[in-house]
């Protein structure tokens, strides 16, 4: 009987592969981890049936037996232009896997912009003892508003509201029970009943008139591709910080660069770019009020 042909692009530890490894009808290969579109030598994909990875395989169309994709992240735009539909290709995502550290991350940039740790880092590296009230802030009884709830935007919720945050949402169709979907256990609000505000898309000014902080919780397709532009970003309040662990072009990237360095918004956290890897003399690196990540806030061991 032949064997189930596996290619692993994605980090992989040595129990996990260990396990992959013994069992009976499979044969795994692992190669670098692929974290953006490269080639991969065509003998390494023509028999591969099932693929493990973020980003597909630059010459992709040399998967001929490909039968299942599955990625390492709840966003599947890569996927887009594979056309794995019109070629009978599965594809799943990592829907859920990621709720518990993008949530965690969420809170941290929360708090690091609200005290604004870059600052007193910089005082550190200079040896400048600064006790300025900028530093001084906390975020209990802030209003933090996710634009989506999702797992994410759930997670982040719970959290939040145990550091005594209201939590504001903005949703298409109102929230509904999780329902069937994924979620790590005891965490998340799969009754959708944490939320102190809930606002429908018609309702988007005054929802973004209420928040301290924004956290964009939602998928990039081509109906949430650029949602956030120059209207949204001068409707926040001067003093309200935004977050994008989801994906980079959900928000215009000129209408952002013009909002940080006039003063439409306080400051930014950014984990989504707009390239990958972000280049070195992008003006984003540069401004002091911006926390920027490398695409890491849902990573875990």
């Known amino acids: 009987m032949s064997k189930l042909k596996i290619l692993v692009a994605v980090p992989l530890c040595k129990t996990r592969y260990e396990a992959l490894a013994k069992m009976p009808r499979v044969e795994a290969e692992v190669i670098p981890y692929l974290d953006s579109e490269r080639e991969v030598p065509a003998k390494t994909l023509c028999d591969k049936e099932i693929l493990f990875c973020s980003f597909a395989p630059k010459n992709f169309g040399e998967m001929k037996a490909l039968k299942w994709i599955q990625i390492d992240s709840a966003g599947y735009s890569q996927l887009y232009p594979l056309n794995l539909a019109d070629k ?3 594809a799943t995502n990592g829907l859920g896997n990621f709720d518990v550290p993008i949530a965690e991350w969420n809170i941290a940039m929360m708090i690091n912009l609200a005290r604004d740790l870059r600052g007193m880092i ?3 590296e200079r040896g400048a003892w600064d006790r300025a009230i900028r530093f001084q802030h906390e975020i209990r009884g802030a209003v933090v508003g996710l634009w989506g709830y999702g797992g994410i935007g ?3 919720a719970r959290l939040a509201k145990a550091l005594g ?6 949703v298409r169709a109102g929230v509904k029970q999780r329902g069937s979907t994924y ?4 965490t998340g609000d799969p009754e959708g009943v944490l939320p102190d505000r809930v606002f429908l898309m018609e309702k988007k000014d005054e929802f973004l008139k209420s928040l301290d902080f924004l956290i964009l919780s939602m998928p990039l397709t081509k109906v949430t591709e650029g949602i956030v532009g120059e209207h949204e970003l001068k409707t926040l309040s001067k003093h309200a910080f935004i977050l994008n662990p989801a994906r980079g072009p959900l928000i215009q990237e000129q209408a952002l660069l013009r909002a940080l360095r006039e003063g439409w918004i306080a400051g930014a956290a950014l984990d989504t770019h707009y390239h990958y890897p972000m280049p070195s003399d992008h003006p984003l690196w540069s401004m002091p009020n911006v926390i920027m990540t490398p695409h890491i806030a849902g990573s875990s061991e």
Do not use: C
């Not at 979620?183 to 005891?186: L, M, R």
């Open 165 to 170: 945050l209201k939590v504001h949402v903005l």
């Open 122 to 124: 910089r005082n550190q």
């Open 154 to 156: 759930r997670e982040t």
């Open 183 to 186: 979620g790590v256990p005891d």
């Open 88 to 90: 009978n290709i599965r």
